[in-house]
């Protein structure tokens, strides 16, 4: 099982979408976005807020001791992912990396379960963007 909270990581991404619901929750339903949401209490609603303020980005929160930064590679959640959202979230979040001096941060392999791309399309684009502080996983 996927350790949310593993302190081996500076910060942990979630892949997500830019739909809010009307009570001001972002839609996590699915997915890994299902397993934060279901581990952290609250966050569909502290994400939520930020997306509906600030548009569909990356974000980074500290919930209960962990950095957690959403990754958009969907504008609805009904669609496929988007690989041009999916290339901004890589440069949005090493903006975030060199911010915040992360050196490690997990990132699930984007847009490649639910959002029916493949790694054979999606690796190559992000591996133009992030460098080795970011460990994307399958």
């Known amino acids: 099982m996927l350790n949310l909270k593993d302190p081996s990581f500076d910060a942990t991404c979630f892949t ?11 839609v996590m339903g699915a997915g890994i976005a299902k397993i934060f949401r279901d581990t952290f209490p ?3 609603r502290i994400f939520g807020g930020l997306v509906k303020e600030h548009g569909n980005r990356c974000f980074m929160v500290t919930i209960e001791g962990v950095n957690i930064i959403n990754f958009p590679t969907k504008h609805d959640w009904r ?6 959202l999916i290339e901004n979230s890589c440069r949005q979040l090493m903006e975030l990396v060199h911010a915040h001096d992360l050196k490690k941060v997990r990132l699930p392999r984007p847009g490649c379960s639910l959002g029916r791309l493949t ?3 999606v690796g190559p684009t992000i591996a133009r963007v ?6 994307v996983a399958a």
């Open 130 to 135: 992030l460098d080795g502080r970011v460990v």
């Open 79 to 84: 669609d496929d992912s988007d690989l041009a």
């Open 119 to 121: 790694w054979e399309v």
């Open 42 to 44: 609250g966050i569909d």
């Open 16 to 26: 997500s979408n830019g739909m809010v619901t009307g009570d001001g929750r972002l």
